[in-house]
């Protein structure tokens, strides 16, 4: 791997584990519906998805959580099985989508958004046994939306600045 | 946005409205239980349908999760787990709404008494 | 472009054909005959239809009343008040096939019962009946023997009976089989939807909407509460031993079901409740186990396709083998 670009994603993985420390500040995100949250750390992995490839998305996602987990919340924790099931269901709807529909970067954000969302919900259904959790589905698909289309475009002019 | 963004968005919305129809639909005048269970095991109903106030103990994945009933509302007061997502989420009421206490796998769920269709003398 | 436009037509799809499916109406329908409130719900797709059958419905009920009918005369009609009531010189009646039927189904399970379910028992209910409005005293065993001639039914054929003058009481049996006739007339004409309550019976076809229907069985006491409730479709449920049509007398409750064998009201129990697929059988059945103990009917039960909850008179609850299933 050419060392401009292993730099420049191991940057990336920072930023990505900052901002979504920083997003679990915001008051509101922590905790009043759980699986709500902006994402802001996936306008990092939108942004290599689009400037580099699905793998490099893949891997720098997984290490997120990882890190994350090691970070904050211990490595093993239902809070890291969450974003982990969430995460990666984002990432590979994110790919498909970007691959086999017209959909711009913005729609591809909003299906990010959403689909880690529905990863996140369906990891608790496992977890806790229980479907009533659904019931928090349309609360986290309506607040996708304006999240999946800030996300969308701060990857979007992101993408404008870099070159390789 | 190009014009396919805007079609996902239009079936987004339908979906979201789809679904809050039904979920609301759900909304019941009937006399209403809060069902408290841990994984898939109900241990506990509390009958809602008087204006006491009353706390119940049961025992989660973590430790004791302290639930308030408060007339016909319920909450999570006291729980140990590191976000207190289900404590912060205040009341619910409605047989809609749930609290959900991941780490702890306690799921507590307002549940409208079904009814009776005809009574047999 | 193509995937998301067929995406979308199929979610639309999806959202139409919720409107467009046939528009089920619910009818409702109240009545009063046989001495009891009838209510009957159906759901039907046809106006016209529906509203047909409201007076078909009425009709059957109104048959039934006038023809069990054993304190007034009709016109025209020979019911159970002119069959002990008439000064033909016959040697027989020709009846109603529709009274002529009820009769023989009642008397075929009478002689099964071994005359423990009695309609011969006019007599004995007349007596009774007399102090129950009058509202003081209870009868004496000589009153009782002289009022229990208990003049045979005799079936000829053909729908005659022998001209003997029986008194005939129709009471335990007439609601449940005309509510039956009326659930077989609704599915007849393609109905599957239906609730009909005639107080002590109810029958129900299939929900609207929902899994089953949930009866509730009213408890003997005059609390309100209920027994328990009941879960189910394409079922009938029917109750003796309701305390709307018991007589008190110095604080002892006496019911209005007679024991043919003693002639006195029987006192095994203060309710049961019986769970069958036919409302006919289902009145025949609560009856006679009201007129047994309930070890007695907890076997007797068991030669029938039918469930069963009893209320002692110490309030327990009693429930055959299968009965739980419904609950």
């Known amino acids: 791997m050419e060392i401009k670009k292993f730099t420049r994603l191991s940057m990336l993985l920072a930023l990505s584990v900052v901002l979504n420390i920083v997003e679990s500040f915001i008051p509101f995100f922590n905790g009043t519906i759980p699986g709500l949250k902006i994402g802001l750390a996936n306008t990092v992995i939108?942004?290599?998805?689009?400037?580099?490839?699905f793998k490099d998305a893949m891997t720098l996602s997984i290490l997120r959580v990882l890190l994350v987990g090691i970070l904050r919340t211990g490595l093993f924790s239902i809070t890291s099985l969450f974003s982990f099931g969430g995460a990666l269901i984002s990432i590979v709807m994110m790919f498909l989508s970007k691959k086999f529909t017209k959909l711009s970067i913005i729609g591809v954000s909003i299906i990010g958004s959403i689909s880690h969302a529905i990863g996140q919900i369906i990891v608790a259904i496992l977890l806790v046994k229980n479907i009533n959790?659904?019931?928090?589905?349309?609360?986290?698909?309506?607040?996708?939306?304006?999240?999946?289309?800030?996300?969308?475009?701060?990857?979007?002019?992101m993408l404008k600045y870099f070159k390789y | 946005m190009n014009k396919s963004d805007k079609i996902l968005l239009i079936i987004i919305t339908i979906i979201i409205l789809v679904i809050c129809c039904i979920t609301f639909s759900k909304k019941s005048d009937l006399p209403k239980?809060?069902?408290?269970?841990?994984?898939?095991?109900?241990?506990?109903?509390?009958?809602?349908?008087?204006?006491?106030?009353?706390?119940?103990?049961?025992?989660?994945l973590l430790g004791k999760v302290v639930i308030e009933k408060n007339g016909s509302k319920v909450r999570?007061?006291?729980?140990?787990?590191?976000?207190?997502?289900?404590?912060?989420?205040?009341?619910?009421?409605?047989?809609?709404?749930?609290?959900?206490?991941?780490?702890?796998?306690i799921v507590i769920k307002i549940e409208a008494e079904e009814k009776i269709d005809t009574i047999v003398k | 472009m193509k995937r998301i436009s067929l995406l979308i037509i199929i979610c639309f799809c999806l959202l139409l054909s919720g409107c467009s499916l046939k528009q089920e109406k619910e009818y409702k329908l109240n009545l009063y005959y046989m001495d009891t409130y009838i209510y009957v719900d159906f759901f039907c797709n046809n106006k016209e239809q529906a509203e047909a059958m409201k007076t078909?419905?009425?009709?059957?009920?109104?048959?039934?009343?006038?023809?069990?009918?054993?304190?007034?005369e009709y016109d025209d009609i020979i019911n159970i008040y002119s069959i002990h009531n008439n000064d033909r010189k016959d040697d027989y009646l020709v009846l109603d096939p529709k009274l002529y039927d009820l009769l023989e189904y009642s008397l075929e399970f009478q002689k099964m019962t071994n005359n423990r379910f009695n309609i011969e028992i006019g007599g004995i209910i007349d007596v009774w009946k007399k102090y129950r409005e009058l509202g003081e005293g209870i009868p004496n065993v000589k009153e009782l023997k002289t009022a229990d001639k208990r003049n045979k039914l005799v079936l000829l054929g053909d729908n005659k009976i022998k001209n003997n003058h029986?008194?005939?009481?129709l009471g335990a049996i007439s609601k449940g089989y005309a509510t039956e006739k009326v659930g077989k007339y609704l599915e007849e004409q393609g109905i599957t939807k239906y609730l009909i309550n005639a107080g002590g019976n109810v029958k129900v076809g299939l929900p609207n909407n929902k899994d089953y229907y949930r009866v509730g069985i009213q408890?003997?006491?005059k609390d309100g509460s209920l027994v328990t409730i009941v879960k189910g479709k394409n079922i009938s449920v029917v109750t003796s031993g309701s305390y709307e049509r018991n007589y008190t007398y110095q604080g002892k409750t006496y019911s209005h079901i007679i024991d043919p064998s003693t002639l006195y009201p029987a006192e095994f129990m203060k309710s049961v409740t019986v769970i069958t697929e036919d409302s006919a059988i289902g009145?025949?059945?609560?009856?006679?186990?009201?007129?047994?103990?309930?070890?007695d009917g907890l076997e007797f039960i068991k030669n029938y396709n039918a469930e069963a909850i009893w209320v002692t008179n110490n309030d327990e609850l009693i429930r055959s083998e299968g009965f739980s299933s419904y609950e």
């Not at chain 3, 078909?56 to 054993?70: A, G, M």
């Not at chain 3, 059945?285 to 103990?293: A, E, H, W």
């Open chain 2, 76 to 105: 999570v007061i006291e729980e140990n787990s590191p976000n207190h997502i289900c404590s912060k989420q205040g009341y619910i009421e409605e047989s809609y709404e749930v609290l959900i206490c991941l780490p702890n796998k």
């Open chain 1, 133 to 157: 959790i659904v019931y928090y589905l349309p609360w986290i698909l309506l607040f996708a939306i304006p999240s999946g289309i800030l996300v969308g475009f701060i990857s979007k002019e």
């Open chain 3, 283 to 295: 009145d025949l059945l609560s009856t006679t186990l009201f007129l047994m103990n309930v070890d």
């Open chain 3, 166 to 169: 029986p008194n005939l009481d």
């Open chain 1, 46 to 53: 939108l942004f290599v998805l689009y400037f580099y490839s």
């Open chain 3, 56 to 72: 078909s419905i009425d009709s059957i009920y109104e048959s039934y009343h006038k023809l069990s009918d054993r304190y007034n």
């Open chain 2, 33 to 60: 239980k809060a069902m408290v269970y841990y994984q898939n095991d109900l241990v506990l109903s509390i009958d809602l349908t008087d204006d006491s106030v009353n706390t119940y103990e049961v025992d989660g």
């Open chain 3, 219 to 221: 408890s003997p006491n």
